[in-house]
Nanobody, 116 residues
Framework: EVQLVESGGGLVQPGGSVRLSCAAS????????MSWVRQAPGKGLEWVSS????????YYADSVKGRFTISTDNAKNTLYLQMNSLKSEDTAIYYC?????????WGQGTQVTVSS
């Protein structure tokens, strides 16, 4: 059974940083592409970033490019999203997903709120 469990969200001040984690199980993590997507209050899903299984191909939405970094630790079967220089518009529920879309497997999400 595929399981994805996000953690690390919370309340962060504008300009601050936070690192999200996604613990994966039930599939061969090291050979799977992974993505982060988010949903802001009252808005639809927005793709944030993807990392391909070769570990050298990473992609970012223009809205987060230069501020967010996606990475993995294959020994821990864990996906990360380092989020720096956070803005109020980054407030959202962040989900990790297996693959690069359409997404069949999702986590439950972790809330990130950027506010002073």
């Amino acid at each position: 059974e595929v399981q994805l469990v996000e953690s690390g969200g919370g309340l962060v001040q504008p300009g601050g940083s936070v690192r999200l984690s996604c613990a994966a199980s039930g599939f061969t993590f090291s050979s799977s592409a992974m993505s982060w997507v988010r949903q802001a209050p009252g808005k639809g899903l927005e793709w944030v970033s993807s990392l391909y299984s070769d570990m050298t191909s990473t992609y970012y939405a223009d809205s987060v490019k230069g501020r967010f970094t996606i990475s993995t630790d294959n020994a821990k079967n864990t996906l990360y999203l380092q989020m720096n220089s956070l803005k109020s518009e980054d407030t959202a529920i962040y989900y990790c997903a297996r693959g690069t879309g359409p997404y069949r497997y999702w986590g439950q999400g972790t809330q990130v709120t950027v506010s002073s």
